[in-house]
């Protein structure tokens, strides 16, 4: 009888250690995944936001690519006013052709619009006349290379709000650091439990 019980107790034990193991390996999974979806994430927004200390005057950039947030419908049906563009990043020696779609400034205004012709100036240096898809005519000044940020490559329709946010200190800390911050608890909660049962038991 005594044995029995001993028994009993030992398969009791032993289903209560594997309902720990099995909880542990659940959250490590669930912690690894979460780190794996937001690691991306915390380095862009990390890159993005010291780039625009270090270079304040042109738009921060993540390996090579700058989000640009669209404020008119000049570009439409492409994309929209709210939408986020990613424009990845040219030089001055960069040759572009009828059809292109480049993100140029003029002073302090950044501009995406489609290239409609490329010609020379009377020194010989490409100058591109550009043309929003939905305006009916061509933009008025002529874009030099030394002008051109880089060109159009894709949209994520109305992040807009979103990027914006994200560049605030509450957006930091919401979407960026708080994730952070709970995916680590998942790391160092559960084992500390787990073992402070172990001790009690």
Same mark, same amino acid.
């Given at each position: 009888?005594?044995?029995d019980?001993?028994?009993?107790?030992?398969?009791?034990?032993?289903?209560?250690?594997d309902?720990?193991?099995?909880?542990?390996?659940?959250?490590?999974?669930?912690?690894?995944?979460?780190?794996?979806?937001?690691?991306p994430?915390?380095?862009?927004?990390?890159?993005l936001?010291?780039?625009?200390?270090i270079h304040n005057d042109?738009?921060?950039?993540?390996? &090579?690519? $700058?989000? =640009?947030?669209?404020? %008119?419908?000049?570009?439409?049906? #492409?994309?929209?006013?709210?939408?986020v563009? /990613?424009?990845?990043?040219?030089?001055?020696?960069a040759?572009?052709?009828?059809?292109?779609i480049?993100?140029?400034?003029?002073?302090?205004?950044?501009v995406?619009h489609?290239?409609i012709?490329?010609?020379?100036?009377?020194s010989?240096?490409?100058?591109?006349?550009?043309?929003?898809?939905a305006n009916?005519?061509?933009?008025?000044?002529?874009?030099?290379p030394?002008?051109?940020?880089?060109v159009?490559?894709?949209?994520?329709?109305?992040? &807009?709000? $979103?990027? =914006?946010?994200?560049q %605030?200190?509450?957006?930091?800390? #919401?979407?960026?650091m708080?994730?952070?911050? /709970?995916?680590?608890?998942?790391?160092i909660?559960?084992?500390?439990i787990?073992?402070?049962?172990?001790?009690n038991?």
């Amino acid at each position: 009888m005594e044995s029995d019980q001993i028994m009993n107790s030992n398969d009791d034990y032993s289903q209560d250690e594997d309902k720990k193991l099995s909880f542990l390996s659940i959250t490590n999974i669930i912690g690894i995944f979460l780190c794996a979806l937001m690691l991306p994430e915390f380095i862009i927004a990390t890159t993005l936001f010291f780039n625009s200390l270090i270079h304040n005057d042109i738009p921060p950039s993540c390996f &090579g690519y $700058t989000p =640009l947030i669209v404020e %008119t419908g000049s570009m439409s049906p #492409l994309f929209d006013e709210d939408d986020v563009v /990613l424009i990845k990043s040219s030089d001055d020696n960069a040759s572009f052709n009828v059809g292109d779609i480049i993100c140029y400034h003029i002073e302090d205004v950044y501009v995406t619009h489609r290239i409609i012709e490329v010609s020379k100036d009377e020194s010989g240096e490409t100058i591109y006349t550009t043309q929003g898809d939905a305006n009916n005519t061509p933009d008025e000044d002529e874009i030099h290379p030394n002008q051109i940020l880089g060109v159009y490559k894709m949209r994520f329709k109305g992040m &807009g709000k $979103t990027l =914006l946010f994200i560049q %605030t200190p509450t957006g930091m800390i #919401l979407c960026v650091m708080l994730p952070i911050f /709970l995916v680590s608890l998942l790391f160092i909660v559960p084992p500390k439990i787990a073992a402070r049962k172990k001790q009690n038991s």
